[in-house]
């Protein structure tokens, strides 16, 4: 029993490591060609690590928000600074933004390495298992931003609560509020998850409720406070930046507002966009209630993909934020497939409209855009109806080895 075990999980590192292996090759494969004019579009291969490198002084070792803007939370400015010592050292005068592209993949690919680990860990179905290791996904943005600590922050939320350890899941989900704000979204339901717990009496509900609620003003103030107050513009430049984006090509408004059915100034969309994630936010909270009373924090899965569907930005990447939590908590994988056919076709769709500005081909339009969102889109809602009608996967309600 032993043996097969081991040669299961051999084969999952395997599979991990070949999808790794393929997520730096979709991206380094311009290196070749020096990055030169729109093949980044029309190959898909775009990374934000090229143009950090200079763009952000990486390359000088200058110490984010004390010596040079950052228009990330601290945690993601600290991985950056890090990655970027770290090819300094390793490549020392020949460092250049390619090490550092093979930097940040290495980085990114241990963080999805632990995340395969921690779902092993938790008694997780081998189908879901494979889901991770040979995530489409994971091709696609290994090497694209730094968007996966903050979602391994949420995965390790997600499962200290399915252990019933709701105030440490609170203070995972602080931290990765640090690196991006998603995890964020996980801290109501978490507390609601502490407050209603069944088969507890109301004074111990409301002390855990409380603990969660310190430990996450705590956890998320203790990475924050020294940096806002040594460095406040440079800190606030996230935020404002944030306020200020009137939003991207494939979220839900930028498509309606380019078919002309929606055109609103930033402040409007900043408003309307609140109102309706929070009004489906409460619907989908009110509807999977009875559903998952026992386990309230599994509805961050459907808050999250509501709230991508109903922000003014999307980023290619933010896919990277549900696909985990998708690959934990939905109820059936068919919906999950359709969603990863819709993510690989937004994804160059929208890198191939960015190549026919650039005169390049293959190039796509905004209505390609809006096609592939759509397929997106629809694989979303169906898995937000999953989500609050059915139970949970079998996994979640099993106590971890």
């Given at each position: 029993m032993a043996r097969t075990i081991d040669k299961r999980g051999a084969a999952l590192a395997a599979a991990m490591l070949a999808t790794c292996l393929l997520g730096w090759l979709f991206k380094a494969h311009c290196t070749v060609h020096g990055w030169v004019g729109a093949i980044q579009y029309t190959s898909g291969c775009y990374s934000d690590a090229m143009p950090f490198w200079a763009g952000r002084h990486v390359d000088a070792g200058l110490v984010p928000?004390?010596?040079?803007?950052?228009?990330?939370?601290?945690?993601?400015?600290?991985?950056?600074?890090?990655?970027?010592?770290?090819?300094?050292?390793?490549?020392?005068?020949?460092?250049?933004?390619?090490?550092?592209?093979?930097?940040?993949?290495?980085?990114?690919?241990?963080l999805a390495g632990l995340i395969l680990w921690m779902f092993a860990r938790s008694g997780m179905e081998r189908t879901r298992l494979w889901l991770w290791a040979a995530a489409p996904p994971l091709i696609l943005y290994l090497g694209h931003n730094w968007d996966l600590g903050a979602a391994t922050f949420a995965v390790a939320a997600m499962l200290a609560a399915q252990r019933q350890r709701l105030v440490l899941a609170a203070a995972l989900a602080a931290l990765g509020a640090a690196a991006k704000l998603f995890p964020a979204l996980l801290l109501p339901l978490i507390g609601l998850s502490a407050?209603?717990?069944?088969?507890?009496?109301?004074?111990?509900?409301?002390?855990?409720?409380?603990?969660?609620?310190?430990?996450?003003?705590?956890?998320?103030?203790?990475?924050?406070?020294?940096?806002?107050?040594?460095?406040?513009?440079n800190w606030s430049e996230f935020y404002r930046f944030s306020e200020a984006r009137s939003g991207t090509a494939g979220s839900t408004w930028e498509i309606l507002s380019n078919q002309g059915f929606w055109v609103t100034d930033v402040a409007q969309r900043n408003l309307y966009a609140s109102l309706a994630f929070l009004s489906g936010a409460a619907v989908i909270l009110g509807l999977g209630w009875r559903q998952h009373r026992a386990h309230l924090w599994v509805l961050s899965t459907p808050v999250l993909a509501w709230f991508l569907l109903t922000n003014k930005v999307w980023s290619?990447?933010?896919?990277?934020?549900?696909?985990?939590?998708?690959?934990?908590?939905?109820?059936?994988?068919?919906?999950?497939?359709?969603?990863?056919?819709?993510?690989?076709?937004?994804?160059?769709?929208?890198?191939?409209?960015?190549?026919?500005?650039?005169?390049?081909?293959?190039?796509?339009?905004?209505?390609?855009?809006?096609?592939?969102?759509?397929?997106?889109g629809v694989a979303m809602l169906w898995l937000i109806a999953d989500a609050v009608r059915l139970p949970a996967p079998a996994w979640i309600g099993r106590t971890p080895a």
């Open positions: 928000y004390f010596q040079a803007p950052m228009e990330y939370p601290v945690l993601t400015g600290l991985q950056i600074w890090i990655e970027g010592a770290t090819t300094r050292g390793l490549f020392g005068l020949s460092a250049n933004d390619v090490a550092f592209l093979g930097t940040v993949t290495v980085a990114n690919g241990l407050l209603f717990a069944p088969g507890e009496f109301w004074p111990a509900r409301i002390k855990t409720a409380v603990s969660c609620t310190l430990i996450a003003i705590g956890s998320w103030a203790a990475v924050n406070l020294p940096v806002a107050i040594a460095a406040p513009d290619p990447q933010f896919d990277l934020w549900l696909y985990p939590l998708l690959v934990m908590t939905s109820p059936r994988l068919k919906p999950l497939a359709l969603f990863v056919i819709g993510d690989i076709a937004a994804y160059f769709a929208e890198f191939w409209w960015f190549a026919g500005m650039a005169n390049a081909w293959p190039y796509a339009t905004q209505h390609d855009i809006m096609l592939a969102a759509s397929v997106r």
